[in-house]
């Protein structure tokens, strides 16, 4: 039977080229010379410093570009609230891994709703998607990438 597993996942290895070219650029950027601007990459959360709100909202644009450029969906980043104290301002940027439970139960549902001839079971952190004709199947990936849920989503492990 034809399945396909639904998943979120970011290249840590792109996400990790993007913040070196930020940070190359944050450097080379007069803007920003002598301010000590910088982003750091660890695990899955970006950090970004800076002296003031305004520089850090420069650098969230320059961490977006460089994103889109090395094609990680921006989708995927959940920014927390700048932390200002005197002199310093600092931001937390979360890459999120991984469908949660609340999506999960969400793109079933959503499946489910369509009445199309699918069958969708949370398997941990991906979605499966069986059913009897690929025709299903692709009609499916349409649907969901059409639904706007608010995390991008790929499509891994085709079977025939």
């Known amino acids: ?14 996400a990790a080229n993007a913040v070196d070219q930020a940070n ?3 450097d080379t950027r007069f803007d920003f010379k002598g301010s000590g601007a910088k982003f750091e990459l660890a695990d899955s959360v970006i950090t970004l410093t800076a002296e003031n709100d305004f520089q850090l909202q420069q650098m969230m644009d320059i961490l977006h570009l460089k994103l ?3 094609n ?9 609230d700048p932390q200002i104290a005197g002199r310093h301002a600092k931001q937390t940027v979360t890459l999120i891994q991984g469908i949660d439970s609340i ?6 549902k959503l499946i489910k709703d369509t009445k199309m001839k ?8 991906k979605v499966r998607v069986t059913g009897k ?3 299903d199947l692709q009609e499916c990936m349409k649907m969901l990438n059409d639904a706007q849920l608010g995390q991008p989503l790929q499509y891994d492990n085709p079977r025939d």
């Open 24 to 26: 190359r650029e944050v």
């Open 133 to 135: 004709k690929r025709d």
């Open 118 to 125: 699918v069958q969708a079971a949370i398997q941990g952190e």
């Open 1 to 14: 039977m034809p399945s396909f597993d639904i998943i979120s996942e970011v290249n840590l290895n792109e």
């Open 103 to 108: 999506l999960a139960k969400k793109i079933v």
């Open 68 to 70: 889109t450029k090395r």
């Open 72 to 80: 990680v969906d921006i989708a995927s980043l959940k920014a927390d």
